[in-house]
């Protein structure tokens, strides 16, 4: 496809959802954030952390795929309102809650609405993306990644000084976020029907209907399983024990160590809109090899440096792996270009529930042999980045 006749982009568009999954992230984050107060309040072991975010990852992971092939046969263009009056409901319980039970059940109906948000938010973002996917879903993610870094500052600036109950403030966000879910479902009629009017013209044209072979689809969807799988497992070693290593091997106060955390996190805005922009130019197969490996010698080095290059070294490591993200979810839509409702849930959830097994491993492996063992086992994670080797290459325009 040249330059002039490439379909227009809807910044505006894409802007909005960004900022709604900021807000969305942002609320999620709020529970990692918190797990120090927690702990400390209620007596929690790393195995009770562990399972608090399997609950609240597989809560997000199971319901995406249902709702992204329910989306996919019947759109719903404001689902994704339904899904931030989980996030409020269980935003407010979690303010409240007296037991672990209850925390619990909250952070489960954080992650159902989660998973009710990110299916038809991703179709929004494919459809208003115009010729420029990697762009598209750079913005989306981005937002996403921003408001999973606010989480530890408003923890350190709000949480920790006054609270628990302070979790309640955070109900403006999600009041907020369905305001702008709104609007967006408000513009999804238009925009489709545009994306659906190229895809059918590019469909007629000579070549332009490829087909790939079901063993090509399964190989490839089995690959990038895998890889998110390495990706996650690693991410949430520091989502889930970054601060709790910090304050075990440098003696940092929770506040510094959270400030540190949204550093970390800050790295991944970063990590996925570059990701996107230089998927665009050089392919997702290329970005998808640079982001798992390129990371090996810094994890390696990691476990063995000072508070300082800790900090320079864990900020790079987050932008060469979060990098891999969009390049991912497109090269899965691309292979399956009527199915984007259910790839973004599946991939949103193998985010979430893939995370979410990995926190609960690690939880056991924290408990078992300490914190700074968990970090020199996980250095040696981006090794498994070689099985990109088996990836197909495909036509990067399949789904355009």
Not at 262 to 275: D, K, P, R, T, Y
């Amino acid at each position: 496809m040249t330059v002039a006749t490439r379909p227009r982009t809807h910044l505006a568009v894409l802007v909005v959802l960004g900022s709604a999954h900021l807000l969305n992230d942002m609320m999620q984050s709020l529970i990692p954030a918190t797990y120090p107060i927690l702990k400390a309040t209620y007596a929690l072991d790393f195995v009770q952390i562990g399972m608090i975010t399997l609950t609240f990852q597989i809560a997000g992971a199971l319901l995406q795929p249902v709702v992204g092939m329910l989306t996919d046969r019947h759109p719903v263009p404001y689902s994704p309102v339904l899904g931030m009056m989980f996030t409020l409901s269980g935003l407010i319980s979690l303010a409240f809650a007296q037991d672990y039970s209850m925390i619990v059940v909250s952070v489960a109906l954080i992650g159902i609405g989660s998973s009710i948000f990110h299916p038809e938010a991703t179709r929004m973002a494919r459809y208003a993306a115009g010729g420029r996917q990697g762009l598209a879903q750079g913005i989306f993610q981005v937002g996403g990644q921003a408001g999973g870094a606010l989480g530890p500052v408003f923890a350190a600036l709000i949480i920790v000084p006054l609270g628990q109950p302070s979790l309640g403030w955070f109900a403006v966000c999600a009041l907020t976020a369905m305001l702008l879910l709104a609007w967006i479902g408000s513009k999804q009629h238009q925009i489709s029907t545009e994306f659906m009017a190229r895809r059918t013209a590019r469909s007629n044209e000579p070549g332009g209907a490829t087909r790939l072979a079901p063993l090509t689809i399964g190989i490839s969807l089995v690959v990038l399983t895998f890889l998110m799988f390495v990706k996650n497992a690693y991410s949430e070693s520091f989502r889930s024990f970054y601060t709790f290593y910090l304050i075990e091997r440098f003696g940092l106060s929770i506040p510094a160590a959270q400030m540190m955390l949204f550093l970390f996190l800050l790295a991944a805005v970063a990590g996925v809109l570059i990701g996107g922009i230089i998927g665009d130019r050089i392919g997702r197969y290329r970005i998808i090899w640079i982001s798992v490996l390129g990371p090996l010698p810094l994890t390696l080095i990691l476990p063995f440096a000072d508070l300082f290059w800790t900090g320079i070294l864990t900020i790079a490591i987050n932008v060469i792996m979060a990098s891999a993200f969009a390049s991912i979810l497109i090269y899965a839509m691309d292979l399956l270009p009527n199915r984007i409702g259910m790839i973004g849930g599946l991939f949103y959830g193998l985010n979430f529930g893939l995370g979410g097994v990995a926190a609960a491993l690690l939880g056991v492996l924290a408990d078992r042999l300490g914190v700074e063992a968990v970090y020199q086992i996980c250095a040696f994670l981006p090794l498994a980045g070689v099985v990109a080797w088996f990836l197909p290459r495909i036509d990067e325009d399949l789904g355009t």
